[in-house]
């Protein structure tokens, strides 16, 4: 096992962000390297991408919940990133609340992103209430997770403007573009150490 940064991922969709982390280190602009992709969707795109790239990739049974891990399924997924010995678990689209067990094994050590600038919006198809209550900038945030729902310290945040002809998908696929490039960044900041966290502000030592 190399002494690299190690990430942990976690996601359940299409996993268009693990994949800009994932090029992002192969291009050397996040010193780390992906140890373990995990899913609670069988048929995810992101284990498949993690696999085209020779990365552990594994299927969990999330169990009976709709929007949270059972606690069988909380533990494997705790013991399958301590086995990885990651020191970061990076959430990239993953669609269920993790809950106490989970939060202690990592604590602090869990970042997220999110599809809109916190703390707006906050829960599901976040693109589509900002559309739904008029704002004209929206965007994207990474964040540190705690026991809320993306409740967390902001560790970036990222506009794009809202324009009149917006439907859902094509303001869902502009946010989605900036997460690209936001959260490579944050990763890469972390993994740098350059971030320290005072209460809910998080300072990036280089600005
Ligand atoms: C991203 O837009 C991410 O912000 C969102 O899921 C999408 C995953 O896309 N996450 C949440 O809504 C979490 N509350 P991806 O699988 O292509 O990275």
Avoid at 16 to 26: L, T, W
């Amino acid at each position: 096992m190399s002494n690299k940064f190690r990430l942990g991922i976690l996601g359940s969709g299409k996993g268009s962000n693990f994949v800009a982390i994932a090029d992002a280190i192969a291009a050397g602009q996040i010193p780390a390297e992906a140890a373990i992709v995990l899913s609670d969707v069988e048929t995810a795109g992101i284990l498949a991408h993690a696999s085209e790239r020779k990365i552990p990739a594994q299927f969990i049974p999330p169990g009976k919940f709709r929007t949270k891990l059972e606690e069988e399924a909380e533990h494997a997924v705790v013991e399958a990133l301590r086995a990885a010995q990651v020191d970061l678990i990076v959430l990239a689209g993953f669609m269920r609340v993790l809950k106490g067990e989970f939060l202690r094994a990592f604590e602090g050590r869990i970042v997220n992103v999110h599809p809109s600038l916190l703390p707006s919006f906050p829960g599901l198809e976040a693109w589509k209430q900002a559309l739904d209550h008029g704002v004209k900038v929206a965007g994207c945030t990474v964040h540190f997770v705690d026991a809320g729902v993306d409740s967390g310290a902001i560790i970036g945040q990222q506009t794009v403007p809202v324009l009149d002809y917006d439907v859902p998908e094509s303001l869902h696929a502009r946010i989605h573009a900036a997460e690209h490039e936001l959260y490579p960044k944050c990763v890469a900041a972390i993994a740098r150490g350059e971030i320290s966290v005072q209460g809910r502000r998080v300072i990036w030592k280089k600005n």
